[in-house]
């Protein structure tokens, strides 16, 4: 008879899917955050920055396509939270290197890579809670995750309304290394 161990809420999956989520969540909402803000200072002419910043986005977004295929694939074959540490440690890596850019370029580019990495964290996560969980507590905990990674948006808005937009990029890279440790 095969017997599956029931895990509790408050277990390292459901802690580190919540947390990568909220990480997860940061990271997609800053660019929308900080867009505007961040061209500027990469001296993007005012009457062209919405361009460059839906450019940035666009590469974002085709990253979160690519990344989503790559990770579904990948937590069948080598496991979930494989997957799960794999995304949180692509996304914080991209997340620091976002701090480093000096033009749209390589904004287009290492945006592109976060987004790989974002793509993973959300469905890893959420299917490895809901099958590790019982059947009576996976609606709880798959709403734990989600609920404590969509604070993440509202962190993100207040941060980077405190700080310079490279250091809210260098604060969700941080955020997902510590994740990890």
Not at 23 to 49: C, H, M, Q, R, W
Not at 72 to 91: A, E, N, P, Q, T
Not at 112 to 117: K, L, N, P, R, T
Request: proline share 1%; aromatic share 12%; glycine share 14%.
């Amino acid at each position: 008879m095969n017997q599956q161990k029931s895990y509790s809420l408050l277990s390292l999956p459901v802690i580190v899917g919540a947390l990568g989520y909220f990480v997860d969540i940061y990271d997609l909402l800053l660019f929308t955050l900080v867009g505007e803000k961040s061209l500027l200072d990469l001296n993007v002419a005012p009457d062209v920055v919405n361009n460059y910043k839906l450019s940035v986005l666009n590469y974002q977004m085709f990253g979160l396509l690519i990344g989503g295929i790559i990770w579904g694939v990948l937590g069948d074959k080598i496991g979930r939270m494989k997957v799960l540490f794999g995304s949180i440690l692509i996304y914080s890596i991209g997340n620091i290197a976002n701090g480093f850019v000096q033009n749209v370029e390589q904004y287009n580019w290492l945006r592109f890579g976060a987004g790989i990495g974002l793509a993973g964290e959300l469905g890893a996560g959420i299917t490895l809670v809901s099958e590790l969980l019982s059947k009576e507590r996976r609606g709880i905990g798959t709403s734990l995750v989600a609920g404590i990674g969509l604070t993440g948006c509202v962190v993100a808005y207040f941060i980077s309304k405190e700080i310079s937009w490279r250091y809210c990029y260098f604060l969700g890279g941080a955020l997902g290394l510590c994740l990890l440790l």
